[in-house]
């Protein structure tokens, strides 16, 4: 498993991690605790040192898994590893709310050095913050005195959007999460101009888009209840997007033996990212993600990546 330098916090990490959102049970339906440790322990095993994972998943339920599992691992193999966590998704209430107050966040650091049971986070995000609560700035400065503190490593942003992370840039985040992958990657694009100034860290959720990239979707695909999908398109709009995916077929080919493959060669062929996170729910599909996306360095042909953003943008995807 390659490595990439995480931005200039001066940590090296896989160019694959880990996200934990599916393994809490409640995103894309239930997962065994057994089989979400499974997971994270193969994740190790094939190199992967980097897990993502937030306070909100399962109300606290994945951060302490996270914590036991890389407990049953012992220092040796815990060592190298980076746990990013993210905070201020109030579950206390219903619904969800977003807080980022300092109160908050400074008890939400403590539950998670807690649960993942480390005398300091890593990476500490702050969960989707909007735009006026990083220009109010409360919530950045608290994160910047928990790290002068010693309970944070290094502070960041998960953004929805590329102002949110332009403005997270400019007040002094270290790492940047955004959503990236074929079909959606231009807010990453809007600031990769600041992301090289500030040299920030650039970790790409979703590359698969929630599954769409997998290519084993009808365009009549329904989800079970409880699945957000179910709620993230329309049933037109998810149409609209399983036809998209046969513009992309072109990139399979050779070494790259699957769209989904494609997917996230994609994403790592941008230098920008640091580590691109993948998703599985199974042993199964951890390991033939890795098989599939393990041929690089070259991830894509010149030549394919130079026709791609044309080759979208007459099916409606912007680049």
């Not at 709310?97 to 400074?106: N, Q, S």
């Amino acid at each position: 498993m390659r490595k990439r330098a995480l931005g200039k916090t001066g940590l090296f990490v896989s160019e694959m991690g880990i996200g934990t959102w599916g393994l809490a049970g409640e995103a894309y339906g239930p997962v065994e605790p057994t089989d979400a440790e499974r997971v994270i322990h193969r994740a190790i095993d094939v190199g992967i040192t980097l897990i993502d994972t937030a306070d909100s998943y399962g109300g606290g339920h994945m951060e302490h898994l996270l914590g036991k599992a890389l407990k049953s691992l012992g220092s040796y193999k815990s060592r190298d590893l980076v746990v990013v966590t993210k905070g201020g998704t109030d579950r206390s209430t219903i619904p969800p709310r977003k807080r980022f107050d300092r109160a908050y966040l400074v008890d939400s650091v403590e539950r998670s050095l807690k649960r993942l049971g480390r005398e300091r986070l890593d990476v500490y995000l702050l969960h989707n913050p909007s735009v006026e609560c990083l220009l109010a700035g409360e919530a950045l400065d608290t994160l910047v005195t928990l790290k002068r503190d010693g309970k944070i490593g290094h502070i960041g942003v998960s953004a929805g959007e590329s102002e949110a992370a332009m403005t997270a840039l400019d007040r002094g985040a270290e790492v940047i999460s955004m959503s990236y992958n074929l079909v959606h990657s231009a807010d990453l694009h809007r600031v990769a101009g600041e992301i090289m100034v500030y040299g920030a860290g650039v970790l790409a959720h979703s590359p698969l888009a929630y599954g769409l990239l997998s290519d084993a979707w009808t365009q009549d695909r329904t989800f079970l209840p409880g699945d957000h999908r179910e709620r993230r398109w329309e049933k037109h709009e998810l149409a609209r997007r399983v036809a998209q995916l046969d513009a992309m077929r072109f990139l399979v080919k050779g070494n790259v033996r699957s769209l989904r493959a494609a997917a996230i060669r994609f994403v790592l062929a941008n230098h920008l990212v640091s580590c691109a996170i993948l998703g599985p729910r199974t042993v199964d599909q951890l390991v033939e993600l890795v098989r599939e996306t393990g041929g690089g360095p070259i991830y894509l042909p010149d030549a394919d990546m130079a026709v791609l953003p044309r080759t979208l943008a007459k099916v409606g995807i912007m680049m």
